[in-house]
């Protein structure tokens, strides 16, 4: 099973920048894709961005040319840099990872969440 855990999330005004960090650990065969979600008070669970094994990324539209993700170690620790802020930003993030414990089994696995909130 893998074990995902967030950091990085705080308080930040409009305009400001966060960095979150998800780390996974545990037994896993391999990590095919970690992304990176957020819900919002009242709001359905979104995706923000992702990125897969060969190097693929994408992104909400929402957040194109503001956040970027980037993965380190075979994907075992992915970021989101969070660059010009806004209110609409505020939400629980949440750090999802996809791929094999074993040559058969998948799992889907996600961390606690971490809160950012955009405020003045």
């Known amino acids: 099973q893998v074990h995902l855990v967030e950091s990085g999330g705080g308080l930040v005004q409009p305009g400001g920048s966060l960095r979150l960090s998800c780390a996974a650990s545990?037994?896993?065969?391999?990590?095919?894709?970690m992304a990176w979600h957020r819900q919002a008070p009242g709001k359905e669970r979104e995706l923000v961005a992702s990125?897969?094994?060969?190097?693929?990324?994408d992104y909400a539209d929402s957040v194109k040319g503001r956040f970027a993700i980037s993965g380190d170690n075979g994907l075992k620790t992915v970021y989101l840099q969070m660059n010009s802020l806004k209110p609409g930003d505020t939400a629980v993030y949440y750090c999802?990872?996809?791929?094999?414990?074993?040559?058969?089994?998948?799992?889907?696995?996600w961390g606690q969440g971490t809160q950012v909130t955009v405020s003045s």
């Open positions: 545990g037994s896993f065969f391999t990590i095919n894709g």
């Open positions: 999802n990872a996809k791929g094999y414990s074993d040559y058969i089994h998948a799992y889907d696995s």
């Open positions: 990125i897969n094994l060969g190097g693929g990324i």
